[in-house]
């Protein structure tokens, strides 16, 4: 019914940013944003080459708030974008991010996202483009939605064809 004012989440300054749909609450009760955050210090060096990945999270719907650690990208010169995580079953929380190395990025925690370990790539071929992976609460499949076109002529070009895929093992 009613909002408060502002209450700024990120420790350091820099270009923080998190894509609609993406903040989930753990079984633990837990809010997750995963985010990704470009320092003030790489501005001006070139578009989207220090984009970390990592989080925010509360244990107190939203009164207070805390950072996770922030990963880079395993590849030189690679990326990490548009961060998106699902929890398992065990409670492990698997981050999947976008990147410019052809493959869609995974990240893993295994505390509720207050560390992350170092990303890797998956199996899905991909250009630097967006995507989805979400958890159907019915069957507790998993879902991924990406284009895959690799390797792209163009920098994140084409962005078709648009895949569908299907997880029943986590």
């Known amino acids: 019914d009613t909002w408060q004012g502002p209450t700024a989440l990120c420790s350091t300054p820099g270009c923080y940013y998190v894509h609609n749909g993406r903040i989930l609450q753990l079984s633990t009760g837990r809010i997750l944003i995963p985010a990704n955050w470009v320092p003030s210090s790489c501005y001006g060096k070139d578009i989207e080459t220090s984009?970390?990945?990592?989080?925010?999270?509360s244990d107190d719907n939203g009164a207070t708030w805390q950072?996770?650690?922030?990963?880079?990208?395993?590849?030189?010169?690679?990326?990490?974008?548009?961060?998106i995580a699902v929890e398992l079953k065990d409670g492990t929380v698997k981050?999947?991010?976008r990147s410019t190395s052809g493959y869609m990025r995974q990240a893993i925690s295994k505390d509720g996202g207050v560390t992350w370990e170092k990303e890797y790539a998956t199996q899905l071929r991909m250009p630097c483009s967006p995507f989805a992976v979400e958890k159907d609460p019915y069957t507790g499949n998993y879902y991924a939605a990406w284009i895959?076109?690799?390797?792209?002529?163009?920098?994140?070009?084409p962005r078709c064809p648009l895949a569908?895929?299907?997880s029943t093992d986590e």
């Open 67 to 83: 950072e996770s650690n922030w990963i880079a990208a395993e590849t030189p010169g690679d990326h990490l974008a548009e961060s």
């Open 148 to 157: 895959n076109s690799f390797p792209a002529p163009v920098y994140q070009y």
């Open 51 to 57: 984009d970390l990945s990592g989080a925010f999270y």
């Open 95 to 97: 981050c999947f991010m």
């Open 164 to 166: 569908l895929a299907v």
